[in-house]
C-alpha cells in the first residue's frame, strides 16, 4: 500500500448472512484518475461501493480513502468523512424532489464546513459555474428538481457530488437511465469537471462501450477472490 | 433542517393537510371540552356567591343544598319562625333571607321569600338578579318568575297564575281561590332561579290559611281579600340564607348554629358543599375528559400513519441525504420536526379556532346557558395542554424516525432499488 494511493484496500472480507461477497486482497487507486469498476450483476459492486463510501465496514481489512481509515472510524466520523471528502451518484433518483435545483446542489455543501470552504467563493457562484460546465441552462437553478428531465436530474446530481472539490466521487450505474449518446456526453462531461477538481472518480457501470472514457479499468472478479470460488 | 423539514411537508401539501385537519379537530374537541368543563365548573361553583350560609333543617349538607337551592328533593324538617328571628339578628349577621318551599306552579317551584332575595342573591362572579320585566313583588299576590318559566310557559308581567299545593307536576290540589299575578321577570341567570316562581312569605301564608294537612278545610273557606287582614306571620319556613358583616366569623357562627340547643339545625358553606356536589358528578366530567383524550390520540395515530406512509417512497430521500453526509440522528430529527411541526400547525389552528368560537358564542351562551364566558383567550392550562400534544407528537414521529434510522443504516445508500 503506497502513502499515494487515494483509494488502498488491504486484505478486505465482506459477507452477508454467511455468504463471502467480497475478498479483496489489495485494491489501490491512484489520485487523480478515473476508474470504470464493471462486473455481473450480484458481484457485490454495490457493496465494495458502500466500503469505499464507509457506509459499511469490513469483517477483516483495511479500508483507506483520502486518507481516512474507514475500518476504524466509528459511524458517526465516518458521516463526517462522507460529507468532507466524497461525491455519490445513484443510478437515478439523486435530488429532492421538493427543493430547487439550487437547494439540491448546496445539499452537497451542507453536513460539511470543510467542504464549504473549499468552495473558496459565494456558494452561488460556483453553483451557476458548475450548472454552466454541465452544460444546464441557469434557468433551471429555481426549478423544482423533480419537474427535471432524467438527464438534467443526473447533471444537477453530479453538480452536488462535485461541489466543493471532494477527493472521491463514487457513482452507481450513473447513466444506465440514459441513452448511448447522453451517457457519453454526461461521462465526459463529469470526468472534465473531475479533473479541474483533482477529484478520482470510480464509477461502477456494465457498459463496455464506455471504456475509453476511463483511465483504467477494473473488473471486479479478477481482484474479488470471493468471486472467483464460484466462478 | 427547518427549511427542510418545510419543504418536504409543503411537497406532500394535501396529505399533510388532511392530517393537520384531523388533528386540528381532535385538539379543537380536547380544549373546547376542557374550556366547557372549566367554565361549567366555575359557572356551577358559583351558583350562589355572596351568601356565607345555608342553614335548615339537620340532614345532609348536600341534601340542604340540593332542596335549598337547586329544588331538588324535600327537606325533611321546617325551621321554626322562632329560630329564625333570633339568629337573623345574631351580631355578626349582616342580612338574612328565609326561603319558604313546597308549593308549585306547572312543575316550577314557587319560593316564599322577602323582598331581600332580590337584593342579596348572588350568582356567578357577584352578579346580582335584575329584572328583564316588572319589578319585585309588592302586593301580597304578586309573584316574579325565572326567565325560563317565563319562556317555557309563554306567561309575562300581568298574566294570573293559580299555584299548586305540593311539588309534584301533576297535582289536583291548587290554591285556585287566590290566585297571583305576575309583577317581574328575572334576566336569566344560569341557575336554578331561572325555573323558579317568586312570592312574599305572607303570601305563603295566606294560602294555606285554611289548610290543614295537606288539604283545604270545607267550610272554613278564607277568601283571597279576607286573608289579607289575618296575621300573615309564618311559624316556619324551609331554609334560610345569611350574609354575614364578616367572613372570619363564618365558621364560629356556623358552629353557634350547629349547636343551637332549641332546634337541631344546619348551617353549611354553599361554595364547600357545592364543590362536594360537583365531586360527586364528577364521573362524567371525567369521562369526558377520556373521551377527548381518545380521540386526540387518534389524531395522532393519523399523523404517525401520514409520516409511516411516505417512508416508503421517501427511502430514496434519506439515501440521498445519508450519501451527502447526514448522519441517521439527523434524518431521524428531521422526521420528528415534520411530527412536531404538522400538530404545531394544528394547534395554532385549534386555539384560533377555540378563540374565535368564545368570542362568536358568548352573547349565545349567556342568553341560552346563562353561561358566562368568562375567558376567551387560551390560558396557561390550555397551553400546557397544547404542549403535551406537542410532546406527544414528537414521540409519534419518533415511531417512523426510528423506522427510517434503521433503514437508512441497513439500506446504506442503494438508493433507487
Redesign the interface.
Known amino acids: 500500500m503506497t502513502s499515494a494511493a487515494v483509494i488502498a484496500l488491504d486484505q478486505v472480507r465482506f459477507s452477508y448472512g454467511g455468504r463471502a461477497v467480497l475478498d479483496i486482497p489489495q485494491l489501490q487507486i491512484a489520485p487523480g484518475s478515473s476508474v470504470l469498476l464493471r462486473g455481473a450483476s450480484g458481484s457485490g459492486k454495490?457493496t465494495l461501493?458502500?466500503l469505499l463510501?464507509g457506509?459499511?465496514t469490513p469483517e477483516q481489512g483495511e479500508v483507506r480513502v483520502a486518507g481516512t481509515p474507514l475500518h476504524a472510524l466509528r459511524?458517526?466520523a465516518r458521516?463526517?468523512?462522507?460529507?468532507?471528502q466524497?461525491g455519490?451518484i445513484?443510478?437515478?433518483?439523486?435530488?429532492?424532489?421538493?427543493?430547487s435545483v439550487r437547494?439540491n446542489i448546496a445539499?452537497?455543501l451542507?453536513?460539511?464546513p470543510l467542504r464549504s470552504g473549499r468552495v473558496g467563493r459565494p456558494v452561488d457562484d460556483e453553483i451557476k459555474r458548475l450548472l454552466q460546465a454541465l452544460q444546464l441552462p441557469p434557468e433551471l437553478l429555481l426549478r423544482r428538481a423533480?419537474t427535471l428531465s432524467v438527464g438534467q436530474q443526473q447533471r444537477v446530481a453530479a453538480a452536488?457530488a462535485l461541489i466543493g472539490r471532494p477527493a472521491v466521487l463514487l457513482a452507481?450505474e450513473p447513466t444506465s437511465a440514459l441513452d448511448r449518446g447522453a451517457a457519453t456526453a454526461f461521462l465526459q462531461l463529469m470526468a472534465a469537471q473531475c479533473a479541474a477538481a483533482g477529484t478520482t472518480a470510480v464509477v461502477v457501470s456494465h457498459d463496455d462501450s464506455l471504456q475509453p472514457l476511463f483511465d483504467r479499468v477494473v473488473q471486479l472478479q479478477d481482484i474479488n477472490h470471493a468471486g472467483a470460488v464460484h466462478a | 433542517m427547518l427549511e427542510?423539514a418545510w419543504?418536504?411537508l409543503?411537497?406532500r401539501a394535501l396529505s399533510v393537510a388532511l392530517t393537520v385537519l384531523v388533528i386540528t379537530l381532535s385538539v379543537t374537541l380536547l380544549l373546547g371540552v376542557e374550556r366547557v368543563r372549566v367554565q361549567a365548573h366555575e359557572g356551577f361553583a358559583s351558583t350562589v356567591s355572596g351568601t356565607d350560609l345555608i342553614v335548615g333543617a339537620r340532614s345532609g349538607p348536600v341534601n340542604l343544598l340540593l332542596y335549598s337551592v337547586f329544588h331538588i328533593g324535600d327537606p325533611t324538617n321546617n325551621v321554626s319562625w322562632q329560630s329564625y328571628q333570633e339568629l337573623s339578628t345574631l351580631p355578626q349577621v349582616k342580612w338574612a333571607v328565609p326561603l319558604s318551599l313546597g308549593d308549585s306552579w306547572r312543575g316550577y317551584r314557587v319560593i316564599g321569600t322577602t323582598a331581600g332575595y332580590f337584593q342579596h342573591y348572588r350568582y356567578g362572579a357577584g352578579h346580582p338578579l335584575a329584572f328583564a320585566e316588572g319589578t319585585p313583588f309588592d302586593d301580597l299576590y304578586d309573584a316574579v318568575i325565572g326567565a325560563d318559566v317565563a319562556r317555557a310557559q309563554g306567561v309575562r308581567v300581568g298574566d294570573e297564575m293559580i299555584l299548586a299545593h305540593g311539588t309534584a307536576a301533576v297535582t289536583l290540589a291548587r290554591h285556585a281561590d287566590k290566585p297571583f299575578r305576575i309583577r317581574g321577570v328575572l334576566q336569566r341567570t344560569g341557575t336554578p332561579v331561572d325555573s323558579s316562581v317568586l312570592v312574599s312569605l305572607p303570601a305563603i301564608e295566606a294560602i294555606h290559611v285554611d289548610w290543614r294537612s295537606g288539604v283545604q278545610l270545607r267550610g272554613h273557606a278564607v277568601s283571597a281579600e279576607q286573608a289579607r287582614h289575618l296575621d300573615l306571620t309564618p311559624t316556619s319556613i324551609t331554609a334560610f340564607m345569611l350574609g354575614l358583616n364578616s367572613r372570619i366569623a363564618t365558621f364560629s357562627v356556623q358552629r353557634a348554629i350547629n349547636d343551637y340547643p332549641d332546634e337541631a339545625l344546619l348551617a353549611i358553606l354553599p361554595g364547600v358543599t357545592l364543590q362536594q356536589l360537583w365531586q360527586s358528578l364528577g364521573t362524567a366530567e371525567r369521562a369526558l375528559q377520556l373521551i377527548s383524550a381518545m380521540v386526540v390520540l387518534l389524531g395522532l395515530v393519523s399523523l404517525v400513519a401520514l409520516l409511516v406512509s411516505t417512508l416508503q417512497e421517501r427511502r430514496?430521500?434519506m439515501?440521498?441525504?445519508?450519501?451527502?453526509?447526514?448522519?441517521?440522528r439527523?434524518i431521524a430529527s428531521l422526521l420528528v420536526l415534520e411530527a412536531v411541526a404538522t400538530s404545531g400547525m394544528a394547534c395554532v389552528l385549534a386555539l384560533a379556532v377555540l378563540v374565535s368560537a368564545s368570542l362568536a358564542g358568548r352573547g349565545w351562551a349567556l342568553a341560552n346557558f346563562g353561561l358566562s364566558i368568562t375567558h376567551v383567550w387560551p390560558d396557561l392550562r390550555e397551553l400546557a395542554w397544547v404542549g403535551g400534544v406537542l410532546l406527544l407528537s414528537a414521540l409519534a414521529g419518533l415511531v417512523p424516525a426510528l423506522l427510517a434510522y434503521r433503514r437508512t443504516?441497513a439500506d446504506?445508500?442503494?438508493?433507487?432499488?
Open positions: 454495490s461501493l458502500g463510501a457506509v459499511l459511524p458517526s458521516d463526517r468523512f462522507r460529507a468532507d466524497l455519490v445513484f443510478q437515478q433518483f439523486n435530488l429532492l424532489p421538493f427543493l437547494d445539499l452537497g451542507r453536513f460539511s423533480g452536488r452507481d | 427542510l419543504a418536504s409543503r411537497s430514496r430521500e439515501a440521498v441525504l445519508r450519501a451527502t453526509g447526514a448522519r441517521p439527523y443504516v446504506g445508500l442503494s438508493a433507487g432499488g
